[in-house]
């Protein structure tokens, strides 16, 4: 199926190709793999911009702004837990040279902080709950706390088998 979507694509860029544009994104490895698959890909793209891994504190604000519409607030101190991790993760370099945040899929791992962080939090507020009825306010079923981001950037890692300790 993907070499009959290529072929497709490299008719298209051919029969179209003053009224058609194809761009591709993706990691630099990933596409210049994805270009060798057939001798004519790689010759029909001669431009490739390179964009930046997102910083920490990029990745941060990606965390915030996802959380946004979710009815997500991380507490300033969960977000300096998150900036620091983002930190390490940037220092971290994998075997194959790659930056950890890289690893951890640049944005993404801001997305995927925040759901299992949320995951985390409702599992601890259920607990207060049974601890404690009518102790929840609204605050604690929206905001992210420091043990919940922590915890979610340790399983994130660990699952992609990046050694930061926090």
Do not use: W
Not at 58 to 80: C, K, M, N, S
Not at 132 to 140: F, L, Q
Not at 143 to 158: G, K, N, P
């Amino acid at each position: 199926m993907g070499m009959e979507a290529v072929n497709q694509l490299l008719v298209a860029l051919e029969v179209h190709r003053f009224d058609f544009c194809f761009i591709g994104a993706g990691y630099e490895k990933e596409v210049d793999e994805f270009l060798t698959v057939n001798p004519g890909l790689a010759g029909r793209f001669n431009r490739k911009l390179r964009f930046e891994s997102y910083s920490p504190d990029e990745l941060v604000e990606i965390a915030i702004r996802y959380g946004g519409p979710r009815a997500t607030v991380i507490e300033p101190a969960a977000q300096d837990a998150l900036n620091a991790a983002c930190r390490k993760l940037r220092a971290y370099l994998a075997p194959d040279g790659s930056h950890g945040v890289d690893v951890m899929q640049n944005g993404r791992f801001a997305r995927n902080v925040v759901e299992r962080a949320e995951r985390l939090r409702d599992s601890r507020v259920a607990a207060q709950n049974r601890m404690s009825r009518g102790s929840v306010t609204v605050e604690d079923l929206e905001t992210l706390r420091t043990q919940d981001i922590v915890a979610a950037v340790s399983d994130a890692c660990a699952e992609k088998h990046v050694p930061i300790s926090l």
